[in-house]
């Protein structure tokens, strides 16, 4: 199971843990979370146990690390250009997302599904991605002239939580082609965006 | 903590699956799942153990016997009038959706995200009920004139999913209105109704 250790290599305490991070991640991206061990990772990382647990104490924090790791990575990837009009930027963030869950679907299957996902610190990192996502939409929606509404935000936030369901069904089921679920996802958010001003049909409290 | 049994009543089989289905409805909706017992059930429905363990072995056969009752009832609950343009039977139907939340929102966190929630039965069972109300919603929405392609498929059941965990956070924000809640989610199944025969802006595999 285990690869023979690579040749050591000296890297400085950040270094060294983003390779052990990167190891990480492509250990849980392809095997469910209860299929890892900590010390495969130290094999496949060509270092001692100890070196191993000086960074991560155990399997649940190093998990923890790589869901911190993909999230920023996810909301970096899916930055889309602000000088695009709104419309290009939701199908080129779509298409990154997109990317992302193709790229990654186990280990984000585990963060969102899988045994390690009640964990509390995972959920909060998940939690806080959805935050800055969500923000960052708001943003670019306001500079497209769109009314920034408490129903606004709430939309919003059923919108990424609905993306993140929809292509993680669509990764077992592919029903649809990419580009129909990219767009099923897109016009929501437009029309959401269209709707945001509107008064509700009987008065608000 | 337990209140005193009731006085002993005779039930038949199916009666008496009923009433301890309701106690541990109650319970369940009352307080996390950790914290409810199977004996206290016994002793607020006022049966012996004995008698308890024959209908239920253990507190999670009950729990996932609730679960199951209380998707039925809401299934139930849920269906509108066919008669009813669709915009009124969607708001109808989302209308006792919040009532359903509203009465049931312990249990319902228990089912969809409490320690329970991993449960694959309990998972099943979920799933099933989602399916049943696209269903339903596929049907209603075919009779109103909309086409149906794989597309709506996919976008009701994430319109599903959105919906549920909506409520689900609004039940603890607050952050707008029941109405507007309500509106968002009519207004996005409309809009994505409105689109179900569109075409995708490439060609689809």
Redesign the interface.
């Known amino acids: 199971m285990a690869q023979p250790a690579r040749s050591r290599t000296r890297l400085d305490p950040a270094g060294r843990r983003r390779q052990l991070l990167d190891v990480g991640a492509r250990l849980f991206a392809e095997r469910p979370y209860d299929l890892v061990s900590i010390e495969e990772i130290a094999v496949r990382a060509g270092v001692s146990r100890g070196l191993m647990y000086r960074y991560f104490a155990t399997k649940r924090d190093l998990f923890r690390a790589v869901v911190q790791a993909t999230a920023d990575h996810m909301i970096d990837l899916t930055d889309p250009d602000p000088a695009l009009p709104l419309e290009q930027q939701i ?1 080129a963030g779509l298409d990154r997302y997109l990317d992302h869950f193709e790229a990654n679907a186990t280990l984000i299957r585990a963060a969102y599904t899988g ?1 390690a996902s ?1 964990d509390e610190h995972v959920r909060a990192i998940i939690a806080d991605k959805a935050r800055r996502h969500e923000d960052r939409l708001l943003d670019r929606l306001r500079q497209a002239g769109v009314p920034e509404t ?2 606004l ?3 919003l ?3 990424i ?3 993140r ?2 292509i993680l ?2 990764l077992d089921t592919r ?3 990419r ?3 990219r ?2 996802c897109a ?2 958010l437009l ?2 965006a269209a ?1 945001a001003g ?1 008064q ?6």
Chains 1, 2 share one sequence.
């Open positions: 199908l045994a009640a408490p129903r935000r709430v939309a936030r059923g919108w939580l609905m993306c369901m929809l069904d669509w029903e649809i082609s580009t129909e679920l767009d099923v016009q929501s029309d959401l709707h509107r509700s049909t009987a008065a608000a409290p």
